[in-house]
């Protein structure tokens, strides 16, 4: 749990630095570590992701971007893809690192707001645009359909639990609880446990999302 405290400040210090350099003027944030840093979901995110709030040259920003980076850490990997913007830094050598991954999509209106970023680990506080949590319940819906990750259910739940009711197709939720059904002790055990806290990481072992699959069922 400590490696991952410290990989949260890291990711805290990273957002500071971006936001005091002006690269986050474009971008929203999203993904599990919004959900962490900014309403305080009980599970780590090892990775930054963020979209567009305007549509830029996307090849200006990655090269400013990678260039800035590459004076301030150790850039371990810098990719401008077909949909995304990937870099990879390291704060010193040895140690953690972290994931940056921008899609080349812009976010859509009214999806999203000004929040807070912050870590109970420290005292750091970044003012930046993130996803609002109704779009964020959304985007793991579809997130968990595509790829199957225990991870987006977690937060799709915790985002339930918080009130949040996403507007869900009746096929929509047919497919959710049948890739619920897939989930292995091994999700729940490695992939799961390894980000929760003891307490919790007993509870979805022997519980696991039977809160959200009884909500789904209601609807």
């Not at 371990?76 to 999509?105: C, H, M, S, Y």
């Not at 009214?110 to 319940?137: D, H, N, P, Y």
Request: proline share 3%.
């Amino acid at each position: 749990m400590e490696n991952l405290k410290e990989h949260e400040l890291f990711e805290i210090n990273t957002l500071q630095w971006l936001k005091n350099r002006r690269f986050l003027v474009p971008l929203v944030f999203g993904g599990g570590t919004l959900l962490r840093l900014c309403h305080e979901l009980p599970r780590y995110s090892a990775d930054l992701d963020f979209w567009f709030y305007r549509k830029i040259d996307y090849a200006v920003y990655f090269d400013k971007l990678a260039q800035s980076l590459k004076e301030n850490y150790n850039l371990t990997d810098a990719a401008n893809k077909r949909f995304t913007l990937v870099f990879e830094i390291q704060p010193a050598a040895g140690r953690q690192r972290l994931k940056i991954e921008i899609r080349k999509e812009v976010a859509l209106p009214q999806s999203t707001e000004e929040k807070i970023a912050f870590s109970t680990a420290g005292s750091i506080q970044v003012l930046l645009r993130g996803f609002t949590l109704l779009q964020m319940a959304q985007n793991k819906v579809k997130a968990f359909l595509d790829r199957g990750e225990i991870r987006d259910v977690f937060d799709l739940e915790f985002l339930l639990r918080k009130g949040i009711q996403p507007d869900l197709e009746p096929d929509t939720i047919k497919s959710l609880l049948s890739r619920l059904q897939k989930l292995k002790k091994h999700d729940f055990d490695v992939k799961l446990g390894s980000l929760l806290m003891p307490e919790l990481r007993d509870y979805y072992r022997v519980h696991g999302f039977s809160f959200l699959t009884e909500r789904f069922r209601q609807d």
